[in-house]
C-alpha cells in the first residue's frame, strides 16, 4: 500500500484519492467499503463465523482489535449472532490503561458488552513489575511472557463465557511475520497451527481463535480505523523493543521497499502449503492435560504454569 498522490483519483468515482495499490485508487468511501468488504469475505470464505456461535472478541482498544471488534460486531447484529468483547489489563502503566479506557468508551458507545481481567489479579503482578526479573533471572523477554500469560487467560475465560469462537485481531502483517519468526528458528509445527483459524487439533478445552483480518494490512488497519474516527492510541507497547518481532518486523518493511507486496506473497504461499503442513503436524501431536490446571498441553505441565511458578517464586523470596 502506498500514500495516495494529492493528484490521484478515485478509480471508481474519480473522488480525491487516500489509498493507492498496484494501480487501484479508493477514495474515503470507496476504501471504508473495500476494507470492510475484504474482512466479511475472509469471514465468509473460511467460516469464521456461523450461525449459532456465541463470539469472543479479544479487544485491547488499540487499532487491530478495536476494527476486527466493530465489524465482528456489524457481522454478528446482522445475522443476530451474539457477540461481546473480553480485554486484559496486562498492567503497562501510560500504555494499556490508556487503551482500554478508550475501549470501554468505544463499547459503550456501540452498545457492545465487555468483560474485563488483569493480571494483577489473576497473577499478583503486573507485566511492568515483571518485566525485570523474567529478563535478568530467567532470561525471558517480556512479550514472550506477556503471551503465554495473555493466551492461557484468553482460552480460559472465553471458555468460561461459553464462547465458542475467540476474535483476535491479527492482521496480514503480523502473519507473514510470525511465518518467517518460525521458519528462522526452525518450527515449521507452530506454522502448523496458524492461519484464519488457529490449531491443528480440535480440542473442547480450547477455543477456537480466528482471525477476520487476516487478509487486511497493518497499513490498511490503520488507515480504515483514522477514516472512521476511532478514538486510538496507534503507539506501539514500551515493553516490545526487545522483542523478536521487532526485528523481523524491520526486515519485511525493508523488503517491501523492493518488492511492495511481498507481505501479501509470503502469506499466499504459506496458505498453499498449510493444508499439508496440518495433515504433517496433527499425527505427531499428543494433547494432555496439564497436571496442575487441567488445561491441554503438550508437555507435563503446561508453558503458563511453569512461567507463574517462576513468578510465585520470585513474590516468596520477595517476603
Known amino acids: ?49 456461523e450461525k449459532g456461535d456465541r463470539v ?44 482500554i479506557d478508550g475501549l470501554r468508551a468505544f463499547c459503550q458507545e456501540h452498545g457492545i458488552k465487555l468483560f474485563e481481567f488483569s493480571f494483577k489479579k489473576l497473577y499478583g503482578q503486573t507485566m511492568d513489575q515483571l518485566r525485570e526479573t523474567m529478563l535478568k533471572e530467567h532470561n525471558k523477554r517480556p512479550c514472550s511472557v506477556c503471551g503465554i500469560l495473555r493466551r492461557r487467560v484468553l482460552n480460559v475465560e472465553s471458555r468460561n463465557l461459553k464462547s465458542t469462537k475467540l476474535v483476535t485481531g491479527h492482521n496480514l502483517d503480523d502473519e507473514a511475520q510470525t511465518f518467517i519468526m518460525n521458519v528462522y528458528q526452525g518450527s515449521m509445527a507452530h506454522n ?48 516490545s523493543d526487545l522483542s523478536f518481532r521487532r526485528f523481523i518486523r524491520g526486515q519485511l518493511s525493508e523488503l517491501v ?17 498449510l493444508p499439508d503442513l496440518k495433515r504433517k503436524y496433527r499425527c505427531s501431536v499428543e494433547l494432555r492435560e496439564c497436571e496442575t490446571c487441567g488445561e491441554p498441553t503438550t508437555q507435563r505441565k503446561c508453558n503458563a504454569c511453569l512461567l507463574e511458578e517462576k513468578i510465585h517464586s520470585k513474590l516468596a523470596n520477595d517476603f
Open 257 to 273: 521497499k523492493i518488492l511492495p507486496n511481498a507481505k501479501y506473497g509470503i502469506v499466499n504461499s504459506f496458505l498453499e502449503i
Open 1 to 49: 500500500m502506498k500514500k495516495a498522490s494529492k493528484t490521484a483519483k478515485c478509480t471508481l468515482c474519480s473522488k480525491k484519492s487516500v489509498y493507492s495499490n498496484q494501480g487501484t485508487h479508493y477514495c474515503r468511501n470507496h476504501f471504508i467499503s473495500y476494507f470492510e468488504m475484504k474482512v466479511y469475505k475472509t469471514i465468509e470464505k473460511y467460516k469464521l463465523i
Open 192 to 239: 502448523a497451527k496458524m492461519g484464519p483459524i488457529s490449531g491443528i487439533k480440535q480440542d473442547t478445552k480450547f477455543v477456537p481463535r480466528i482471525k477476520p483480518l487476516y487478509l487486511v494490512s497493518e497499513a490498511e488497519t490503520t488507515l480504515y480505523t483514522k477514516l472512521k474516527g476511532f478514538k486510538l492510541s496507534y503507539h506501539p507497547c514500551p515493553h
Open 56 to 99: 469472543c472478541v479479544a479487544a485491547s482498544g488499540g487499532k487491530d482489535s478495536t476494527a476486527a471488534l466493530y465489524l465482528v460486531d456489524k457481522y454478528c447484529r446482522k445475522n443476530r449472532i451474539e457477540c461481546f468483547a473480553l480485554s486484559i489489563d496486562e498492567g503497562i502503566d501510560g500504555y494499556r490503561d490508556v487503551s
